[in-house]
């Protein structure tokens, strides 16, 4: 099976000892949470869709985590977790079986692996990494004290462009950031398409078209300047990270491309970090994790070593 890795990195840390203070933290919680039971994140007290770290395990030397986030809901048919399996360390998808109404059932789930400073997932493209990041939030609640961790894509910038050729980032929506340049400031300009209602309201007379067909024909909008004063140097870690910032909420490879100053235009694959892996499939059709935990380890190494 072909599956497509996506690449972040913190994007707010206060950690001071490199990736050694929050690979401790997942030690402490995993440590204190010994049962799939006590991982069972309930998304809303209103509904019974959970999230859970079903499975994980650490590299020999205990400085990668590898594991398997489940995304489980009311059982109704199949892929069934029984009561008793939540008493247990770690929970596969072979353990999974039919079951009665009292039961779980296996919706879907995706694996991930990190060092702490940066984290690699096989998350689906259209999926925002927010849903990992509120898992690991809440995982490391006891731990991480009042500091909520953030994580961005890692950017990369193309083979053969200089840094001081960027010029702005530009999303399919018709927002356009610019990247920093050698002028002593730049200018954010941000189209939003999405006002909130209760804004709206106070700005439209009763009198005027319906508010929903206006923003469906994006008759309505508003252009948010933000201007910042650009250091005269800017290091390449530090303009990935500004990159990976303003595209962390970018889904899709094709949402968004940067431009340089000779016209030249690159889509999201070519700036963000990525990797296409084949893996093997057991006879239920499931991803030889060990296989799948070997080439995000690799990728894992090859980020740290290239940015550093």
Same mark, same amino acid.
């Given at each position: ?32 949470? #010994? ?47 029984? #009561? ?10 072979? $353990?999974?079986? #039919?079951?009665?109404? !009292? ?17 690699? !997932? ?7 990494? $927010? ?14 004290? $009042? ?7 890692? =950017? ?58 206006? %923003? ?17 140097? =800017?290091?390449?870690?530090?303009? %990935? ?45 499931? #991803? ?7 080439? =995000? ?12």
């Amino acid at each position: 099976m072909k599956k497509k890795l996506r690449a972040f990195q913190l994007s707010n840390t206060i950690l001071t000892q490199g990736n050694s203070d929050l690979v401790r933290m997942f030690q402490d919680a995993l440590n204190s949470l #010994p049962t799939a039971q006590e991982r069972r994140m309930k998304l809303n007290q209103q509904d019974d869709d959970e999230d859970l770290l079903a499975y994980y395990k650490w590299a020999s030397d205990n400085n990668v985590l590898f594991g398997m986030i489940m995304r489980i809901i009311p059982a109704e048919q199949g892929g069934i977790l029984s #009561p008793d399996l939540f008493e247990q360390n770690t929970i596969t998808i072979e $353990d999974l079986d #039919p079951g009665d109404e !009292t039961h779980k059932q296996y919706k879907s789930s995706y694996y991930f692996a990190t060092n702490g400073k940066y984290l690699v !997932t096989d998350l689906k493209q259209g999926i925002s990494i $927010d849903r990992l990041q509120t898992y690991i939030n809440w995982l490391l609640e006891s731990t991480r004290h $009042d500091f909520l961790f953030e994580y961005a894509p890692v =950017m990369t910038i193309p083979q053969g462009v200089k840094l001081g050729d960027l010029k702005y980032i530009e999303f399919n929506n018709g927002t356009k950031v610019p990247t920093p340049t050698n002028s002593e400031s730049s200018e954010i300009h941000s189209k939003l398409f999405s006002i909130t209602q209760e804004i709206l309201d106070k700005l439209i007379c009763d009198d005027m078209p319906n508010l929903q067909s206006m %923003q469906e024909q994006q008759l309505v909008s508003a252009q948010v300047i933000i201007k910042f004063k650009k250091p005269k140097t =800017m290091a390449k870690e530090e303009y %990935q990270q500004y990159m990976g910032a303003v595209a962390r909420n970018v889904t899709s490879e094709t949402g968004f491309y940067l431009k340089d100053k000779k016209g030249n235009t690159y889509n999201g694959q070519q700036i963000t970090k990525t990797r296409d892996v084949e893996i093997d499939e057991t006879s239920r059709k499931h #991803p030889n994790e060990e296989q799948l935990y070997q080439c =995000m380890e690799q990728f894992l190494y090859d980020i740290e070593r290239n940015n550093n």
